[in-house]
């Protein structure tokens, strides 16, 4: 069982930038995943997001659609998600952020 202190979301909120505080404070609001209905159909609702293109391997991508499906998310949202944490723990180690 995971604890507030390993929780990516919960170490965003801390952080003192404010783009970081937004970004988890929009996933901190989402539903939790694996209920049927509580899937949004947008990543945020204001239309804040801009669309970027990211190729990636038939292998790469087929596995990030296999476990988007299993967590019950769409495989863009879960992508964003990974790359929100993986820039949090970078910053981290970076030691931009604390």
């Known amino acids: 069982m995971s604890t ?4 990516p979301i919960e170490k ?6 404010p783009m970081v505080k937004r970004g988890a404070e929009e996933l901190a609001a989402k539903p939790p995943r694996g209920k049927a209905g509580d899937r949004p159909t947008r990543a945020t ?3 804040r ?6 190729r990636f391997d038939e292998f790469t991508l087929r ?4 476990l ?23 910053e981290r180690r970076e030691g931009i952020i604390e």
């Not at 997001?49 to 990211?54: L, Y």
């Open 4 to 7: 507030k202190d390993d929780d």
């Open 49 to 54: 997001t801009k669309p970027v293109a990211v």
């Open 68 to 90: 988007a499906a299993r967590r019950n998310t769409g495989y863009q949202t879960l992508l964003k998600e990974f790359v929100v944490e993986r820039l949090y723990e970078e």
């Open 63 to 66: 596995r990030l659609r296999e």
């Open 45 to 47: 609702g204001s239309g």
């Open 12 to 17: 965003l909120l801390q952080s003192p930038d």
